[in-house]
């Protein structure tokens, strides 16, 4: 079944809405240099903007690649899909992964300060620093903000178990995914359990 137009551009608003919260929660310095000044209600502002709408944009962006990966099945290969998804989630990750390591090192050879990044880097072989910090395969990404969109491409690789549960196991397929994040974990193949549980939801949606 196609996406209607409706909830196409539902997706279409909702995710540039994510992105601005969630950039907000990460990018520097936010509410950092008015922490100690802030009152009601301001506080409440805060905490509504960052612990509400940012922490919840994830999850968010989540479902819709879940719910959108379905569809795109009606119409792709899952090799197609997932070759797509490399270019669209992947390779953004590394390439700012790899601007982080540059800045820190630019950093450090234009006035020597060491940012934490720099100091972690010291002492790594050449493939710890790419399986690490630039494919953030063990949840460490240079860029620590961008580690779900690993986790978020590992579940677009279980599609298809995803969508052959969801069909026949409906909403208690759901359940047991979730029960199973919250009392057991995913790791190692994803480190944020939300993911996983959201994609699915997605997929089930969908």
């Known amino acids: 079944m196609q996406i209607s137009v409706d909830t196409s551009n539902q997706i279409r608003v909702c995710r540039v809405l994510c992105i601005f919260f969630l950039m907000y929660v990460h990018v520097y310095p936010g509410f950092g240099p008015f922490e100690a000044q802030l009152t009601e209600p301001l506080i409440s502002i805060k905490l509504f903007v960052i612990d509400l709408l940012g922490r919840a944009s994830v999850p968010a962006l989540t479902l819709i690649s879940g719910y959108l990966m379905v569809h795109g099945l009606e119409r792709h290969t899952v090799l197609q899909i997932t070759r ?11 390439t700012w992964n790899l601007v982080a390591i ?3 090192y630019l950093i450090y050879k234009g006035i020597g300060h060491e940012l934490d990044l720099y100091k972690d880097l010291q002492g790594r072989s050449l493939l710890s620093v790419i399986a690490s910090k630039v494919l953030a395969l ?15 491409f590992i579940c677009g690789l279980f599609i298809k178990p995803l969508v052959w549960g969801a069909k026949r196991g409906g909403w208690l397929f759901v359940a047991l995914i979730w029960v199973f994040g919250i009392c057991f974990g995913f790791e190692p193949v994803a480190y944020r359990d939300t993911i ?9 949606i969908a």
């Open 196 to 204: 996983p549980m959201f994609f699915a939801l997605g997929a089930f």
């Open 102 to 104: 540059l800045l820190c």
């Open 84 to 94: 797509n998804r490399l270019v669209t989630i992947v390779l953004p990750m590394i």
């Open 138 to 152: 063990d949840n460490h990404g240079a860029t620590e903000a961008l580690n779900f969109l690993r986790d978020l």
